[in-house]
């Protein structure tokens, strides 16, 4: 073979070669992609009832549980729900409910998982609010007594708080949060039954005028916004109302104060007294009021029946128990959640074990900004 077909025949070889392992490199990068494809598409189609991963969910295909998303961008911040129950069976408390024994409903959701703590000795922060209109005028005094004496049993100076709040057409703050409990009983005993009263620390502007009339949403309202707002945040917050129900010249509406209790965790505890038809009159609004935030309505007949009622509400702010868990993931910042606790123990419902609690909470928090700051 001549020497030019020879260099024609090397340049031809060379030149096979090169398209045979251009090929084979080809083959070996895109293989390996196919193949990774295909097993993610089966691992998928496998998995597709499987719930995400905490990984899963941190990368972005799910949010965690507990953390809610606001603003419309990445920010995030964990949010669990806080519910304080109690449990009775007729007139005593129930200190002993464990997990098992109940079921928690959020917006319809059961809960799958949920912690739950007896917690006896969470510190109290109590506002006593008695109403000091006309129509108060033949049970005051009994009032004083019985309040003064619950005060004394009830408060824990090393760890409790209480105020004193008077109201008629305007709301009057007797004595701020105190632990010591002298000074809170000696406030209950300098309220005197009046007609309106000028008022000091206020948030109202109720009729000075209105002799007889009682501005109750008012009161109820300036014991949230401008004395238990400042309590601590995990303080145990509560309201007992002494009053007959009857509400002349508040400016606030019952369902205002109802939020504005269910976003500060304040529950209310209400005492029906005075007239027996105006307290018959008004039964079912203050049963609404103690069932929407979680505390006992009571409608005494006599002195002793007063103390016992109020022995009663000392019990259950000591025999309580607090939820938390991870809320369903509902759309809107501030929308509300309702919760329902559920007895689930057979013996406990053949007890006939009730429990109470606030019938909710706001998704955007317990925050309310006060319109007094």
């Known amino acids: ?38 097993l993610t598409q089966t691992s998928n189609a496998n998995n597709s009832n499987t719930p995400q991963t905490a990984l899963e969910e941190s990368a972005g295909m799910g949010e965690p549980a507990g953390v809610r ?18 449990a009775s069976e007729g007139r005593h408390a129930v200190t002993k409910i464990r997990p098992e024994d109940v079921r928690v409903v959020d917006e319809g ?11 006896p000795n969470l510190p109290l922060s109590l506002a006593v609010l008695v109403d000091a209109s006309a129509s108060q005028n033949k049970v005051i005094s009994q009032e004083r007594g019985a309040v003064a004496s619950f005060l004394g049993h009830t408060i824990q100076p090393e760890r409790d708080n209480a105020s004193v709040i008077s109201f008629a057409g305007q709301a009057r703050l007797e ?17 005197r039954v009046v007609g309106a009263q000028p008022g000091r620390n206020s948030n109202t502007r109720g009729d000075t005028n209105n002799a007889g009339g009682a501005a109750i949403w008012d009161a109820l309202w300036f014991a949230c916004d401008q004395v238990l707002e ?14 007959d129900g009857e509400d002349a010249g508040s400016h606030k509406k019952m369902s205002e104060v109802i939020e504005r209790a269910l976003r500060s965790d304040v529950a209310v505890y209400s005492i029906g007294v005075g007239a027996y038809a105006r307290v018959r009159k008004n039964h079912d609004t203050l049963e609404h009021l103690s069932e929407a935030t979680g505390g006992l309505a009571f409608f005494p007949k006599t002195d002793d029946e007063l103390r016992n009622a109020l022995s009663q509400i000392q019990q259950a ?9 991870a809320p369903p993931d509902n759309p809107g910042d501030d929308s509300f959640h309702r919760v329902s606790i559920e007895i689930t123990n057979p013996d406990l419902r053949r007890q006939r074990v009730r429990v109470v609690h606030r019938r909710g909470y706001y998704a955007g928090g317990l925050a309310y900004p006060s319109q007094n700051k």
């Not at 020497?3 to 070996?28: E, N």
């Not at 998303?69 to 109690?86: E, K, L």
């Not at 400042?230 to 002494?242: D, W």
Request: net charge positive.
């Open 175 to 191: 004595q701020g949060l105190t632990s010591n409990v002298g000074d809170a009983r000696a406030a209950i005993e300098r309220v």
């Open 109 to 119: 959701v059961a809960q799958r998982s949920f912690t739950l703590q007896p917690e």
């Open 1 to 38: 073979m001549s020497p030019p077909k020879r260099i024609a025949y090397i340049i031809a070889a060379f030149f096979v070669a090169s398209l045979f392992f251009s090929w084979l490199l080809t083959r070996g990068t895109h293989t390996p992609e196919r193949q990774t494809a295909s």
């Open 69 to 86: 998303r606001i603003g419309g961008d990445d920010s995030a911040r964990a949010y669990q729900p806080r519910i304080v129950f109690t």
């Open 230 to 243: 400042s309590s601590p945040a995990k303080a145990r917050r509560a309201i007992v109302l002494l009053t």
């Open 317 to 325: 702010l000591r025999s309580q128990f607090v939820v938390t868990y």
